[in-house]
């Protein structure tokens, strides 16, 4: 069966200091994988997503960015954040060609 | 560009009430609607999924429909219950992209 993983589940950083968040998928191969965001009072919007490795798609402009460095590992970073870049942050994936999505637990991001 | 509303924002419930929460989309061109619970703090449990073929889905006292044409879903709670409580989101599914609604906040009062 497939899992996904995420971490850190908590983050706490200052303003203008760096971001990585990991997910990672197991049991599968070549998913379609997902960042979204929830900001504090919106609903969750899709930030990023990926069909491939190297294969990067954004759908808002933002202080983000993501990466696939291998098949089933994304990766969300920043260089220096925001105070609007707190949230809780959902990776999600799907088999590939197929629109179900599957959510991972989280990473809640406060920045002070 | 799709837009996903849903409606109450916010319901509080004595308990045993059976009760309708609402989700409506502005394009019909949709694959599939999907209903989340997400309690505070927590990630997203799916409930239900409704392919755009069918009309509704059932699991045990939740109860879905979807009308693509008129844009709108429905979630039917039986006899609610305190554990209940939490934020129902919908999602209508389209090509690499969920949109989600902003979510119904429910209170189940025991």
């Known amino acids: 069966s497939q899992t996904i993983h995420q971490w850190p589940a908590t983050l706490v950083q200052p303003v203008g200091s760096p971001l990585s968040l990991e997910c990672t998928v197991e049991g599968t191969s070549n998913p379609n994988l997902y960042w979204y965001r929830q900001a504090a009072g919106r609903g969750l919007q899709l930030l990023f997503y990926?069909?491939?490795?190297?294969?990067i798609s954004s759908e808002v402009p933002q202080n983000l960015s993501a990466s696939r460095p291998q098949d089933r590992q994304f990766i969300l970073s920043s260089k220096k954040l925001l105070l609007s870049d707190s949230g809780f942050y959902l990776c999600?994936?799907?088999?590939?060609?197929?629109?179900?999505?599957?959510f991972g637990p989280g990473t809640r991001l406060l920045v002070l | 560009k799709q837009e996903v509303t849903q409606i109450p924002a916010a319901l509080s419930v004595p308990e045993g009430e059976n009760l309708v929460l609402n989700c409506s989309f502005t394009d019909s061109a949709i694959y599939n609607l999907q209903w989340f619970r997400q309690d505070p703090g927590k990630g997203l449990t799916s409930l239900l999924l409704?392919?755009?073929?069918?009309r509704e889905q059932t699991s045990g006292r939740l109860n879905a429909s979807l009308d693509k044409s008129s844009g709108r879903s429905t979630l039917y709670i039986a006899a609610s219950q305190p554990g209940d409580s939490a934020t129902y989101l919908c999602a209508v599914i389209g090509t690499y992209k969920y949109i989600f609604g902003t979510g119904t906040r429910l209170k189940v009062l025991a």
């Open positions: 409704i392919q755009s073929s069918q």
């Open positions: 990926s069909v491939g490795i190297g294969q």
């Open positions: 999600a994936w799907s088999f590939m060609g197929q629109e179900t999505q599957y």
